[in-house]
């Protein structure tokens, strides 16, 4: 059984666009995260005309990217995922290539795919992309060549 994002990422809500792992492992993550109308950004993203800001869209990768690191920590470490949020913390260093493909709107369902192009010394690079269904068929939204991220470690307390 997967463990609710909530419960072992750091960024917390109204910051946490992770709402349910699909798959996780020490190579990839696929999660889904939906929009909801009340989303803090909307008010003024744009009035009239809500859309997702981009940024947020890095982040939700961003987010099953430090999913895929606090999967291999935990195993590395031998603590449960729970656990490591309390040991190491991950933080952007790079973020390259991003495209933007289509938009996403309150109430829609994305699907967030992250995977490992390197991991290496706590220092690690993501590629993936975001889609969501429409009509049965996967429409990509949002797509990245890197996001690297390097893991800390914070003082024992």
């Known amino acids: 059984m997967l463990p609710k994002p909530i419960e072992i990422l750091p960024q917390q809500p109204p910051f946490l666009f992770v709402d349910e792992y699909l798959e996780l492992d020490e190579n990839h993550c696929l999660a889904k995260y939906t929009f909801k109308q ?33 999967f ?17 913390l991950s933080v952007f260093v790079r973020i390259g290539e991003v495209e933007f493909l289509g ?24 590629e993936g992309e975001i889609y969501k269904m429409v009509e049965g068929q996967k429409k990509i939204v949002c797509a990245h060549q890197s996001i690297v991220g390097q893991g800390l470690k914070l003082p024992r307390v």
């Open 72 to 88: 291999r920590v935990s195993q590395k470490e031998k603590v449960p995922m729970e656990k490591v949020k309390e040991i190491s």
């Open 38 to 70: 009340n989303e803090w950004f909307f008010k003024g993203h744009f009035p009239g005309n809500p859309i997702v800001p981009g940024v947020v869209l890095i982040e939700a990768m961003a987010q099953t990217g430090v999913s895929i690191g606090i």
């Open 103 to 126: 938009m996403v709107k309150p109430e829609e369902t994305v699907f967030i795919s992250s995977r490992i192009k390197f991991y290496r010394f706590n220092k690690f690079e993501t």
